[in-house]
């Protein structure tokens, strides 16, 4: 098992690295909160670039060191698109983040999501609900529990999803991260416990989506999706947390939220508290 | 005629049941304000999803306890979506909140907009000249006024609207939210004038739109569509000039505005000045 | 070569027109930016409308007295709309700003763009890389250099635009924006080079789109597309160094921003500092 202190160092070096190379981590991703993700991914030093076209999906997955694909608010294009796009960044062997929105919801959305499971997305984000719907989709063994996806809502907690999250991860070779209170991220092997965050995160549209897309950002540049999620969950607690300081309530948060993003040091964020446990 | 009194309970009892229930309203809305519907929902209590495809559009109206139509930046899809989704809410009998934002411009709008006669929303929420333009798109009796839309922006004043909004009430048997310096809002027997308010209301985008998508949130909840909507309207008023009070111009207006929609009590709402006149 | 005064009354009276006569410049843009677009033409006292498809596109054209057209974030339906509202504003002869946002990725966008040839768009704005990219896809003499577009992100410096947009600029007989540390500015026959501007400009997204968006609301006011283009552009240099004095981080940047937009008066927009040189 690897030591805290050694994935502190990945994490440090992750988020070092993006300060420092300002890469690009194109998205397919919802209209509800795409301004929020480009902000957030810009705030913690990547770069953004949207696109909903199949061939636009194909040259961003050329173009990007890593991309984030986030399945909500669906367009008819994406049936082309999202399959092409994925297929893309298998073949080229680039790191993307999937954020399985509101998994369970529609005829295309569950297609594309169990047709996700042939191209192994590098690292999952979701909440407790979604990867426990994800894992129940895809049929993994040992994922255990049962998903009520409320619209995007979580109506579970992220301890309800750790063997749906950890049955993932080992069947990708990639990572995953169930937000919550606490934030869980697994590689199958281990899981961190990231602490910190703010009850405002909650009480906002888009914090998850937003962290999907700064993993991405970090997917660009760490040596392992592990510490790329988790360079991601510990920059939005440690955010989350100085943010909420600040203000007294969510419209505010918002802006404080990203300046934080964008003042936290890549020291900060190794720093923030986590647990580290065998899966 | 309903008391004043009432009517206030009406709208406590509202606000009072969004905070403690978390109503999920999903919504169908343009893209240009649809981040702010979202966390205007949320900063009031209740919880937001945003679809585009026809079968999501079903599945939200069952998924929902009430929902919101808008009808800004048409997509092609939106020609089977709406339709669909309408027909189900009206089948499921659940509350629903239609913007009828642009009436008039475009073949699709009309068509859609003409279509959504037959199932008769619970609230319709627009400027002046949209309400004007709907009751006439409608063929209303007794509607009067002649419409000037000019994108959407209302050329007219909440006066001018008010027969048109009272024969709308009376067709729908719900509830109609007239957007202005004073707010009307009337189910067809009485009508509402709410005060308060902010002149950065009509200096950012979306006040209007969001404000479609809280009345749909208190649908969830409210007695009747009168009470929906004069509780949003209220709680508009009053986080809109608490807001004021604390900001030099519409940049900053918008964080504030959210803070005080968050931050308001169902007391603060019911206590809104507002006058109560017969239709 | 016109005088700096007389370009700086030209600046001043559209700048002051606007204000006077709220005029709406309606948009085909990007959904990552849209809501940022709408506030930044509000806010210097235009007036927003954004829409998607084809026919509502030619009735955009025909209801405003500008238009913006923003090629980010494509949909199917573009292909469609924008050829299709761009012949309509050439036949009624109404200004328009293009963003050929990202111009070289995807089949869509070239093709859309090589199009817009023939129509002559009044106002190119865009970086330096799609300033190059666009005079070498227009196939136009004299433009010189080779682009290197990455995503949304120029990877080069205006001075490297310069000929390009000389180049353009005398073939459209418009004006064309180069956004960088220095803005350039240039109607074929002068090159204003406007100063002030904020680092966090480059670390919110929106700052360039938002900027074509006030071009074509001082379009509707302004005697020439480079009073128009210069209005824009020293609005946005004066508005991000006064932004910039008041906050630590972009988060906060894009309100302060907003507030400053709206604050700026007519006769500081013309003195923002610019130099004047021949083409």
Chains 1, 2, 3 share one sequence.
């Not at 502190?8 to 509800?32: E, G, K």
């Not at 073949?91 to 919801?105: M, R, S, T, Y």
Request: glycine share 10%; charged share 20%.
């Amino acid at each position: 098992m690897i030591e805290k202190a050694e994935l502190q160092d990945l994490v440090r070096d992750a988020a070092a690295c993006v300060r420092a190379t300002n890469p690009m981590a194109p998205s397919i991703t919802n209209t509800v909160t795409i301004n929020f993700v480009a902000n957030a991914q810009i705030a913690v030093g990547g770069s953004a670039a949207m696109v909903y076209l199949p061939d636009e999906g194909e040259a961003m997955a050329a173009a990007g060191p890593a991309m984030y694909i986030n399945v909500g608010t669906l367009l008819p294009i994406y049936e082309e698109t999202l399959p092409r796009t994925a297929a893309r960044l298998a073949e080229l062997g680039k790191p993307w983040v999937l954020d399985p929105v509101a998994v369970g919801i529609g005829e295309m959305r569950t297609k594309l999501l169990a047709g996700f499971k042939e191209q192994k997305p590098t690292i999952i984000r979701g909440n407790a609900s979604e990867v426990i719907a994800l894992a129940d989709l895809w049929g993994l063994e040992g994922a255990g529990g049962e998903s009520t996806v409320r619209g995007v809502d979580s109506t579970q907690g992220v301890d309800e999803a750790r063997a749906a999250a950890v049955a993932i991860a080992r069947y990708t070779g990639g990572a995953v991260a169930v937000s919550g209170e606490v934030d869980l991220v697994t590689d199958g092997e281990v899981v961190a416990l990231s602490h910190g965050g703010s009850q405002f995160m909650t009480q906002i549209t888009g914090s998850g989506c937003s962290l999907g897309g700064v993993c991405a950002v970090y997917a660009a540049c760490a040596k392992t999706p592990l510490a790329a999620a988790l360079a991601a969950v510990n920059v939005y607690n440690l955010a989350g947390a100085r943010a909420e300081a600040k203000v007294k309530a969510p419209g505010s948060f918002q802006a404080a939220f990203l300046d934080e993003l964008y003042l936290a040091t890549p020291e900060d964020i190794a720093a923030n508290p986590f647990d580290l446990e065998e899966a």
